[in-house]
């Protein structure tokens, strides 16, 4: 059934991302591989052995203002990362309204296809 593969496949990507940036946090809380992971991050800045998971992300949040003043290259680079962030947000936006057209349409496909633009039936009248 492809709605299983399609639902297995987020559910398997999402514990690959949480079990990714628990394994970074704990790389930063690390003394010794602190200096390779983030050589400029200073001491005061690393996160605690209970923050090491998203603590690291929570400090990245509250130090963005300043690299707009520090960093010319990072700024862009998170501009940039930002930018992809407004147009997966607008994607998202546009396919909660789409998925739910799609589904309602009267084509003949089973399975995944049913959520997708191949389920809509071409107006025999137009």
């Not at 690390?30 to 400029?40: I, L, S």
């Not at 923050?51 to 203002?65: F, I, S, V």
């Not at 990362?81 to 789409?98: D, E, H, P, R, T």
Request: proline share 3%.
């Amino acid at each position: 059934n492809s709605v299983h593969s399609v639902s297995m496949a987020v559910i398997l990507n999402s514990v690959i991302a949480a079990v990714m940036l628990a394994i970074y946090g704990v790389l930063i809380w690390n003394e010794a591989f602190a200096k390779h992971v983030a050589p400029r991050l200073p001491h005061k800045d690393r996160p605690n052995f209970r923050q090491a998971a998203w603590g690291w992300a929570l400090k990245a949040w509250d130090r963005r203002r300043h690299l707009y003043t520090e960093d010319l290259d990072g700024t862009v680079v998170v501009r940039f990362c930002l930018l992809g962030l407004k147009f997966s947000a607008a994607g998202s936006v546009v396919a909660c309204v789409l998925i739910p057209i799609y589904q309602a349409g009267q084509g003949d496909v089973a399975g995944f296809n049913d959520l997708h633009l191949a389920n809509l039936k071409k107006d025999s009248d137009s």
